[in-house]
Nanobody, 125 residues
Framework: VQLQASGGGLVQAGDSLRLSCAAS????????IGWFRQAPGKEREFVSG????????YLADSVKLRFTISRDNSKKTVYLQMNNLKPEDTAVYYC???????????????????WGQGTLVTVSS
């Protein structure tokens, strides 16, 4: 599967953005999709993930009350809705996929086999 992340941009603190992760391939619905981010000088960290069916998801504590994740398998797209953005959310955001038809959602980078190219989110104070 090939992934294309989009939707990043420059916003002010408190604003919202919706990131999209569009996939190619016939079996998109069999994949767990995760979102990671990497801020300058920091390691890539897990932000959110959603199961193959969309019935289960996970959000990191740092974004839990502000971000939501969803997927539309008919459009082969996963969305990350980011509200009340903060300067510390500034990072390159990557989507990733792993073939997994279970509700558990891996949180480690090494668990994912396919990666998109990343989209930059910059939040000014």
């Amino acid at each position: 599967v090939q992934l294309q992340a989009s939707g990043g941009g420059l916003v002010q603190a408190g604003d919202s953005l919706r990131l999209s992760c569009a996939a190619s391939g016939r079996t998109f619905s069999n994949y767990v999709i995760g979102w990671f981010r990497q801020a300058p000088g920091k390691e890539r960290e897990f932000v959110s993930g959603i199961s193959w069916s969309g019935d289960a998801d996970y959000l990191a504590d740092s974004v839990k009350l502000r971000f939501t994740i969803s997927r539309d398998n008919s459009k082969k797209t996963v969305y990350l809705q980011m509200n009340n953005l903060k300067p510390e959310d500034t990072a390159v955001y990557y989507c990733a996929a792993v073939l997994l038809r279970r509700t558990n959602i891996p949180r480690s980078r090494s668990s994912y086999d396919y990666w998109g190219q990343g989209t930059l989110v910059t939040v000014s104070s």
